[in-house]
């Protein structure tokens, strides 16, 4: 089979977007939408990525990075005009150009690799990737002969009554034959009702000089859906919304309720492990199986081991192992690993902390630069003091110490192995292993005091 080359349209502005951002870069879940046309592209076979740029140029060059090369349009004449920039990059090429959008985020790269396959297959000069449209305004229309090849596309802004009435629209899809769309670019004109360069009428010009032009038909409109507008963006979110969730429930993943649930597509979920309503999982978060997930729980960048229940949880950049069980109320920050069994309670906040297997944090505490062992228990309301207002410092409680509530541990300090902690102490020095800590004010008892205190 011929060589495959995507030539990715990307430099308009996207005006009808009302942003400061390239249109292009907008997400759509979670990811920009031009990165889901590279994918695509990838996935259909496509050989190198050649991204047309122009608005906001560096922005859009910088997400593409390694992955494609990059074409200035200085000036944005037109679909043809952008193509005929590819002429340096495409010099000598022979094979397949296949021209996408960057505002298409929900490509199917499989149906793609299908479009691919019949434009060679049928050894057409050109083929132009059409859909049907209930509502097929602003579309370039397909217009096709008695036998219905294709003759040519016609423009909204240039059809006549009888071509607005159309269904067939051109997705902006085609695979063209290199290096003859060079030739045929090279003839165009802008005498159309936009001034520009149109990229359809190579396809009209092919069909005029007697070459082969085809039209293949999808049947997923979606998958062809261009962004103009947030509106749209919105609409597309929630379409690859759906894909994303039945994609996770084919894999058996229980979803109990689709529409409260949030994943963006990078998110990795093990069988058998249900997600509860109001459920947001981003970046990427991996969890395993047989979790229980909310509700109400939002975690960028966890990674989450199997059996663990999280309910009312927000964990960012951080690990969560076996069997755990956190929430209501809990707060993950970055750099913390949880260890297998451990139980978090009502209230609890850690950050930048290791807590060893089986150790419970059941309420009300924060724990920031601590390295806490296994089997401890952190009474109610324990506090790591670790900043002292210029430097952070670290705690340390080893394996079995009970911490007694209300307790401070002053940082830099240790609790060894063993310990028990009083209740309501404030630790600035080291405790010994197996030792009680207690550092508070004694109580002192005085009798009769309050009948005193009434009669005075
Ligand atoms: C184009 C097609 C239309 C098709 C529709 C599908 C033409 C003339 N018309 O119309 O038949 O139905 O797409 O969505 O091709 N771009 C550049 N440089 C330019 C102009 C555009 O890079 O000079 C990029 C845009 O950023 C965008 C894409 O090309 O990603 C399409 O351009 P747009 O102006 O949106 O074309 P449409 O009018 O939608
Ligand atoms: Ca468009």
Same mark, same amino acid.
């Given at each position: ?6 030539v990715?349209?990307?430099?308009? =502005?996207?005006?009808?977007?009302r ?32 991204? !047309?740029?122009?608005?906001?140029a ?6 593409v ?6 074409v ?16 340096d ?21 499989a149906e793609?690799?299908?479009?691919y ?35 040519? #596309?016609?423009?909204? =802004? ?5 071509? @607005?009435?159309?269904?067939? !629209?051109?997705?902006? #899809? ?19 009702a ?33 962004i ?45 492990t ?16 047989d ?8 975690l ?35 750099d913390?690993?949880?260890?297998? @069994? ?7 906040e ?9 150790t ?15 089997g ?13 207002? =210029? ?29 028990? #902690?009083?209740?309501?102490?404030? !630790?600035?020095k ?7 800590? #207690?550092?508070?004010a ?15």
């Amino acid at each position: 089979m011929s060589e495959l080359r995507a030539v990715i349209l990307a430099a308009g =502005k996207g005006t009808r977007m009302r942003s400061k951002l390239p249109k292009v870069l907008h997400k759509v879940g979670g990811k920009p939408m031009l990165q889901h046309v590279l994918d695509a592209a990838d996935a259909a076979g496509a050989a190198e990525k050649i991204v !047309i740029v122009g608005h906001e140029a560096e922005l859009v060059e910088t997400m593409v990075g390694e992955q494609g090369r990059i074409v200035l349009q200085a000036e944005q004449l037109g679909t043809g005009h952008a193509v005929m920039q590819t002429k340096d990059v495409l010099a000598g090429f022979t094979g397949t150009a296949m021209i996408l959008c960057g505002d298409t985020p929900l490509l199917d790269g499989a149906e793609l690799k299908k479009f691919y396959e019949a434009h060679v297959q049928s050894g057409a000069a050109a083929t132009v990737l059409t859909a049907f449209m209930d509502n097929p305004f602003g579309y370039g229309r397909i217009v096709r002969d008695a036998d219905g090849n294709v003759q040519g #596309i016609v423009e909204e =802004k240039d059809a006549d009554a009888q071509q @607005k009435l159309i269904k067939e !629209i051109n997705t902006g #899809i085609y695979c063209l034959e290199c290096p003859l769309m060079f030739d045929v670019l090279a003839t165009l004109t802008c005498d159309n009702a936009q001034g520009e360069y149109y990229l359809t009428d190579v396809l009209t010009k092919l069909n005029a000089a007697g070459k082969k032009v085809g039209g293949v038909v999808t049947e997923d409109s979606d998958m062809v859906m261009g962004i103009n507008s947030r509106r749209q963006l919105a609409e597309a979110e929630s379409v690859m919304r759906v894909r994303i969730l039945n994609r996770l429930m084919d894999d058996g993943v229980t979803i109990m309720d689709p529409a409260s649930t949030f994943i963006e597509g990078s998110v990795k979920i093990g069988r058998d492990t249900i997600i509860y309503p109001f459920t947001w999982l981003e970046g990427s978060t991996e969890i395993g199986e047989d979790c229980e997930i909310g509700p109400n729980v939002r975690l960028t960048n966890v990674e989450v081991g199997n059996g663990t229940h999280l309910q009312f949880v927000y964990g960012h950049d951080c690990k969560v192992c076996d069997e755990v069980t956190a929430g209501p109320y809990v707060h993950l920050r970055p750099d913390t690993v949880i260890g297998n @069994k451990v139980k978090i309670g009502n209230f609890v906040e850690v950050k930048n902390s290791n807590i060893g297997i089986g150790t419970k944090l059941p309420h009300l505490t924060y724990i920031g630069d601590s390295d806490i062992g296994s089997g401890v228990n952190m009474g109610c309301g324990c506090i790591t003091v670790n900043y002292d207002g =210029k430097k952070k410092h670290r705690t340390v409680v080893e394996d079995n110490a009970f911490v007694g509530c209300n307790t401070n541990l002053v940082a830099p300090v240790t609790v060894k192995a063993g310990s028990y #902690i009083g209740a309501g102490s404030t !630790i600035t020095k080291e405790v010994p292993e197996n030792s009680l800590g #207690i550092a508070r004010a004694k109580q002192k008892n005085l009798e009769g005091w309050a009948e005193k205190y009434r009669n005075q």
